[in-house]
């Protein structure tokens, strides 16, 4: 299984980005999506949770900037991620709960993340 983060770059105060995250492998189910951040110096943090079906859940420092949605068709999560500051600055990794078979418990997976960058 593998999680492919994309879409980060660098981008003004005030800016917007996209990323992107594609689970691909042998999957049987995915239960939860969401996305982590980690800037340098300090922890890796929670950004924002989708679980399949549900209610998203959101870190209080991104609320009603930044969107995550998912195509469960394509495996797929997003992080729309608008009025971004300086304090987004991070690598963004994407993370997945999901089952392999049907057999199998589910397990989390993580993406080799994607840096975002935040000019002032």
């Known amino acids: 299984v593998q999680l492919q983060a994309s879409g980060g770059g660098l981008v003004q105060t005030g800016g917007s980005l996209k990323l992107s995250c594609a689970a691909s492998g042998s999957i049987f189910s995915i239960d939860a999506m969401g996305w982590y951040r980690q800037a340098p110096g300090r922890q890796r943090e929670f950004v924002a949770r989708i679980p399949r079906a549900g209610n998203t859940g959101y870190a209080d420092s991104v609320k009603g900037r930044f969107t995550i949605s998912r195509d469960n068709a394509k495996n797929t999560v997003y992080l729309q991620m608008n009025s971004l500051k300086p304090e987004d600055a991070a690598v963004y990794y994407c993370?997945?709960?999901?089952?392999?078979?049907?057999?199998?418990?589910?397990?989390?997976?993580w993406g080799q993340g994607t840096q975002v960058t935040v000019s002032s």
């Open positions: 993370t997945a709960v999901l089952r392999t078979t049907v057999w199998e418990p589910s397990s989390d997976y």
